[in-house]
């Protein structure tokens, strides 16, 4: 028989970006929660997600920009070479800091208890975690989710990374192969390309990132074959085999080029899927959609439990740590604060950091023409920008739809230096419903990239 806690408050399920946060707002409340994780605090995007991967990517950065010195009139007197052990040593070191971050809020936080373990539902609001059961009115699930392993001939044959192992790599992969020509995929493709590796990334669409307008993924493509990368599409019978002493071979039946590639590293970026299936949410009566996600309303409440809620990944709401803190605020907010924040009220956002990095919000080109809305565009090459050809850094464009009748602003894409950044402006009057006509009448800061925005307005036209 498990030990049963004496009834708590709240329970918190998963540490990732929004089950610390709502766990403390929980106890600052003054409810009586349990925060329990079965691995390291932080969730994906500390652990293996956003965090090291950024670390990678400001290191293969560094060795890029290395290569190009001369451009700027630096001479280095030996080649540039990449130190993967050091590399790797620095993403771990600032992973530990948020993990003794966090742990040092959390283990702080009155009401706030922290349980190391497997939780798994045994009853409606129950959980068994270890040998101890715990149950509360309010259960709150923020478990996250793992990458696929597809169903692909010949895959149990070979030693296969996904985003998690090749965070672990100690050397520089002499020819890394990715199977995934999306957002995933395409920022290891160029980080280990940086790094030193051959490269060739696999999809079985027509185009990479396929989610995006035809141009910014011919405009994406073009920047990584600059860099070297290979890139396969329309790769539709994907299949693998072993390949000598650790190697692997991949077969594309592509349209053009070889049928096989042969590597001696193997990535598998072909999407996600939420960490539900071991949880037991049958014997809570918690219902999931057709992937495994726990169907949740406008306020993340579970459709089919009361007094559940289900944060992050695993709703299907969001695949982004900034989508799961949304959750957590949207949440509190309903709770807590007497406002009624739903989930279709945010502005969809998100970034493919490369090197320049995709940023996006709002509707794209093809999402405002299958509307059928009035529409303006305006369209301006980085080229254009005096800071982007100062920096050496003039690929990619800006893009802005405008909706004609209420000049309000539909959605942006912008792909080139800062663009994560600088999109942020156009976002925070979106949000605030203000016409676009707001960014004109402001003064911007010279010499920035920011400042072209106006500009950029200056030539919208009605999208035909």
Request: hydrophobic share 40%; charged share 20%.
């Amino acid at each position: 028989m498990p030990e049963r806690h004496p009834e708590l408050d709240a329970i918190v399920v998963g540490a990732g970006q929004a089950g610390p946060s709502m766990a403390a707002r929980c106890a600052r409340e003054g409810l009586k929660t349990v925060l329990i994780e079965r691995g390291p605090l932080g969730g994906t995007c500390v652990n293996n997600g956003c965090v090291p991967t950024k670390t990678w990517v400001a290191s293969a950065r560094a060795a890029q920009v290395a290569r190009r010195a001369a451009e700027w009139g630096v001479v280095l007197e030996a080649p540039v070479r990449v130190d993967m052990a050091a590399v790797r040593a620095r993403k771990d070191k600032i992973i530990a800091a948020s993990h003794q971050s966090l742990a040092s809020w959390l283990g702080s936080t009155p009401n706030l208890t922290v349980v190391q373990g497997e939780a798994r539902f045994t009853a409606p609001r129950t959980l068994q975690v270890g040998d101890a059961e715990y149950s509360a009115p309010r259960i709150f699930l923020n478990v996250g989710g793992a990458p696929l392993r597809p169903a692909m001939p010949g895959l149990e044959q070979v030693q296969a990374l996904d985003n998690r192992g090749i965070l672990e790599l100690d050397a520089v992969p002499e020819h890394l192969v990715v199977i995934g020509g999306s957002y995933i995929g395409l920022e290891f493709a160029q980080i280990f390309r940086r790094f030193g590796s051959q490269v060739t990334v696999c999809e079985m669409g027509p185009r990479i990132i396929g989610r995006e307008d035809e141009e910014v993924s011919t405009a994406v493509a073009q920047v990584l074959e600059r860099e070297g990368i290979v890139l396969r599409t329309s790769a539709k019978c994907l299949s693998v085999a072993r390949e000598g002493a650790g190697g692997v071979r991949v077969r594309t039946s592509c349209e053009s080029g070889e049928p096989d590639v042969v590597g001696s590293h193997l990535l598998l970026a072909v999407g996600r899927t939420p960490n539900t299936a071991d949880l037991g949410l049958e014997a809570a009566g918690i219902a999931t959609d057709a992937r495994g996600f726990i169907t949740v309303d406008e306020q993340l409440r579970s459709t089919s439990a009361a007094g559940v809620w289900a944060l992050g990944d695993c709703n299907g709401r969001g695949a982004f740590t900034h989508t799961s803190y949304n959750d957590f605020e949207i949440v509190a907010a309903n709770l807590f604060d007497d406002d009624p924040r739903r989930v279709g009220q945010r502005i969809p956002v998100y970034a493919l950091f490369t090197d320049p990095p995709l940023a996006r919000i709002g509707m794209s080109e093809g999402d405002v023409r299958a509307a059928g809305k009035p529409a303006l565009v305006a369209r301006l090459p980085m080229s254009r920008v005096g800071r982007a050809r100062e920096a050496g850094e003039t690929q990619g464009f800006m893009k802005v739809l405008v909706d004609a009748p209420s000049q309000r602003i539909l959605g942006a894409t912008m792909l080139g230096m800062n663009a994560d950044e600088v999109i942020h402006g156009l976002l925070e009057v979106m949000a605030a419903g203000l016409p676009y006509t707001t960014i004109r009448r402001t003064m911007h800061i010279h010499p920035t990239v920011s400042e072209l925005v106006p500009t950029l307005l200056e030539g919208l036209k009605p999208l035909s």
